[in-house]
Every structure is written in structure tokens, then in C-alpha cells.
């Protein structure tokens, strides 16, 4: 701010100078001429107009000479304070620019580019240009990328192994079967298969399957042993299959502990063969009621005992009518209380709720090798489902099957009074069979 007022003080000061300077010019002029005049009056004969021409000639060099006089110190040093002079408008050129200032903005930018086009760094030792180093990566992640690929792999194979196993033992076409063919029992055929579904997925057990089904003469135990074990015997072979009826095997107890000890031999060879086959058998006990201590214990020690993995992968079925009390006894104090909306899964879910712990207790006290066994029971039959058993059986047999006949014969046989609008039979199904072979 300074050097401006400064400089406008300066300007201030050239223009009035240059004012006084005319001034001064003007009174020089007027008395040359009143002197030229006085002195020479012969001059009075020339015209105006060479007057006028003598006068500016004579103010340019009175004011050239006092120009001259101003600039003639050392940049303009010798003008004093106050001095008029004429300054000019100031217009930007490059000539006025500082030429290290320029040069050092052109290296600027030229080192500038220099450094963009450089990939490399120079060390200042080595003697040359090298490279930076590289940075090394850890082979550890290449070893856990591969890792990942066999875990992938194995669950993928153990994926398709399952559906092998599956598919191996055709259990959708066994749940056709056992739909179509055991009536009323719908809760436990599900539970039934849910059992093998689990155990059949895999091959390496670390226990085998044990299952017991119990209910009232009549409901189907026997009926539902026959279809698994033709079901097994098309699936896995003749062979891996034992059906072991207790009368019919072993009648007599004094021979007990010989049929115990057949028995061993029988499962030994049996679970030996599907080891090396890689099939998992399947035994049936019909009539488990009947079984002498003697082939109980056998039996224990078969599915107890860690003595080889090939008795581990193995499926004991046990059907018998131990504790058709409690389950008779449940259902007709309690069938007013289930309500008809309810499936016949959520009333075996129920069932198998309230009776697993009564019968688990009754049974154990029976023998121990309840206590391995998964235990499911089946409820009694009500008019409806002897209905149906008697139209399968008809058919069967090639009748014709006439509801109004049907109907006769299903109330030909005896029933529990009526509770809760359920009507349930006292035999079940097990008279249909005579029924219709009298016809």
C-alpha cells in the first residue's frame, strides 16, 4: 500500500510540475515577443502564422531541454522531490520478465515430465539402475486355497455317497408300500422311516439301529415285518435278511441256550457278509414276547459289544405286544380329548410323547436290551381302518368288493364302547382274514 501511495504522490507531483513548466514557457514567450517587439519592429511585418509556428518551436525546446535536464541522472536520480514529469500507462510485455525465473519454471516442469516417465528408482549405491524389489508372497495361501478345494470335495463326495445309500435301499418305494398297505398306523410308519432314512444315509455307524414296535394284538406288527423284509430281501439279497419267528425257531426253553447260541452264529455270518458286500442287513424278531432269557442276552451282547465294525452297521427290528396295556389303556381314556382335526402324525407324536417313558420302564424291567432299542407304538384300529382291511383283503382274494357287505362284515366283530366319537376293535384286523375266507 505504500509503494501505490507512493507512486500516485509521484504522479501527482510530474503533472502539476508540467502545468508550471507551460506556465513558465508561455511568459518566456510573451516577453521574447514584446522585447522583439521594442527592439526590432521591422519583425511586426511577418505574418501570424510564422509567429505561431516560431512560438511552438521555441516551447518543444524549452521543454525537450528540461526533459533532458530530468533524465539526465542515473535511473532518474537526479529529479527532485516535487520535480514535474510525465509518466505513461504501463503495458505488460515478456521483455520485462526475469529470465532465471522463467528458466527455473521450464526445468520445473521439464523435471516433472522426467519423473512421470521414470518406472524405475535409482539407488545412489550399486552403481546402476535396479529395480525395487519384488514383495514376496507366502506360499501358505496357496496351501490354503487347496485346502478349501479338498474339503469341498470331500463334503461334495459325502453328499453323493448319502444319496447313494439312499438310493440303494429304495426307501421311497418302501413308504409307497407301507402307505398303501398298513392302515391306521400312519404316525408310526413315519416315525418308522424317519429311523431308516437317518441310519441308511451313511455306512459307518457307531452303534447299530435297534427298533421296537409294540401294540394290541391286531394292528399290523406282523403285517408291517412281512413288508420290510420282502422290501430288503429285493434291495439287498436273501441272504442279509433274517426273519426269526421265536415259536417256530425255538419253541421248546430247554433248548434255549442251543437256539441262543444258532442265533449268534446266523447274525455273525450275516453282518460278515455285508461288511464285505458294504450293505447293511436287516433282522426281524416276530413275537418278542416269547423270547427266552437265554436269546435275550444273545442278542445284548450282539448290539452292545464293540467287537468289529461290521456289527455295528447292522438293524434289529423287535415286534411284540409287551405293554398293549398301557397304550390300550391311554387311548380310551384320552381319545375324548383328541380332537378329530388333529393328523394321525401329531396323535402318534402324542402317543409316543405320553407312553415312551411307560413303556420304557415296563420293558426294561422285562430285560435291559430294551434299553438300546428306539421305542415306537402303535395304537389300536378304529371301524374305518377295518373297513379298509377288509376291502384290501377281498380284493385280494378277487371278490367283489361291495360296500354294504363290507360294512357287515366289519361289524361282525368286537369293539371298545365308543369314546369321543372314535369306535375302536378289540382284535383289530386279525379276524378279517377268516372273515373273508368264509365267504
Not at 319 to 330: F, R
Request: hydrophobic residues 35%; negative net charge; glycine residues 8%.
Amino acid at each position: 500500500m505504500s509503494d501505490r501511495d507512493s507512486s500516485d504522490r509521484l504522479s501527482g507531483s510530474h503533472t502539476e510540475g508540467e502545468l508550471e513548466e507551460e506556465g513558465e514557457m508561455e511568459e518566456e514567450g510573451e516577453r521574447d515577443e514584446e522585447e522583439q517587439e521594442s527592439t526590432a519592429p521591422s519583425f511586426s511585418q511577418f505574418s501570424s502564422s510564422l509567429h505561431a509556428v516560431i512560438r511552438i518551436k521555441q516551447k518543444y525546446l524549452a521543454m525537450k531541454k528540461r526533459r533532458l535536464e530530468m533524465s539526465a541522472g542515473p535511473g532518474g536520480a537526479g529529479v527532485l522531490t516535487g520535480a514535474p514529469s510525465r509518466t505513461s500507462p504501463k503495458i505488460f510485455t515478456f521483455d520485462g520478465m526475469i529470465p532465471s525465473t522463467y528458466q527455473s519454471s521450464l526445468s520445473y516442469i521439464h523435471q516433472r515430465k522426467k519423473r512421470r516417465k521414470k518406472r524405475r528408482v535409482m539407488f545412489p549405491t550399486g552403481g546402476g539402475c535396479r529395480a525395487p524389489p519384488r514383495q514376496e508372497r507366502s506360499r501358505a495361501k496357496y496351501c490354503l486355497y487347496l485346502l478349501c478345494a479338498i474339503v469341498f470335495l470331500q463334503v461334495y463326495n459325502a453328499i453323493e455317497n448319502l444319496d447313494d445309500h439312499v438310493l440303494r435301499y429304495d426307501l421311497e418305494g418302501l413308504e409307497r408300500t407301507l402307505r398303501r398297505e398298513v392302515f391306521g398306523q400312519q404316525g408310526a410308519v413315519d416315525g418308522l422311516l424317519a429311523h431308516m432314512k437317518d441310519y441308511l444315509s451313511t455306512y459307518v455307524h457307531n452303534k447299530p439301529l435297534v427298533l421296537s414296535l409294540h401294540g394290541p394284538s391286531g394292528v399290523g406288527k406282523s403285517h408291517l415285518g412281512r413288508l420290510l423284509a420282502g422290501h430288503f430281501r429285493s434291495v439287498v439279497g436273501e441272504a442279509l435278511v433274517l426273519q426269526y419267528y421265536v415259536l417256530h425257531h425255538c419253541p421248546q426253553e430247554d433248548e434255549s441256550w442251543h437256539c441262543a447260541r444258532a442265533l449268534s452264529v446266523l447274525i455273525s455270518e450275516a453282518v460278515t457278509r455285508a461288511e464285505e458286500e458294504e450293505k447293511i442287513p436287516l433282522f426281524i424278531f416276530d413275537e418278542a414276547e416269547h423270547m427266552h432269557s437265554e436269546i435275550l442276552d444273545a442278542l445284548r451282547e450282539l448290539v452292545v459289544s464293540k467287537r468289529s465294525n461290521e456289527y455295528l452297521n447292522a438293524i434289529y427290528l423287535f415286534l411284540s405286544n409287551l405293554g398293549h396295556a398301557h397304550i390300550t389303556k391311554h387311548l380310551l381314556h384320552n381319545s375324548s380329548s383328541i380332537s378329530m382335526a388333529i393328523t394321525a402324525a401329531g396323535r402318534h407324536g402324542n402317543l409316543i410323547k405320553e407312553l415312551t417313558p411307560i413303556l420304557r420302564n415296563t420293558l426294561e424291567k422285562h430285560h435291559l436290551l430294551w434299553t438300546e432299542a428306539e421305542i415306537l407304538p402303535l395304537g389300536l384300529l378304529e371301524k374305518h381302518n377295518v373297513m379298509d382291511c377288509f376291502l384290501d383283503e377281498m380284493t385280494r382274494e378277487g371278490f367283489y368288493p361291495d360296500h354294504t357287505n363290507i360294512e357287515r362284515l366289519a361289524g361282525e366283530l368286537e369293539y371298545y364302547p365308543s369314546v369321543g366319537g372314535h369306535e375302536y376293535a378289540r382284535t383289530g384286523c386279525k379276524q378279517v382274514v377268516a372273515k373273508v375266507n368264509l365267504l
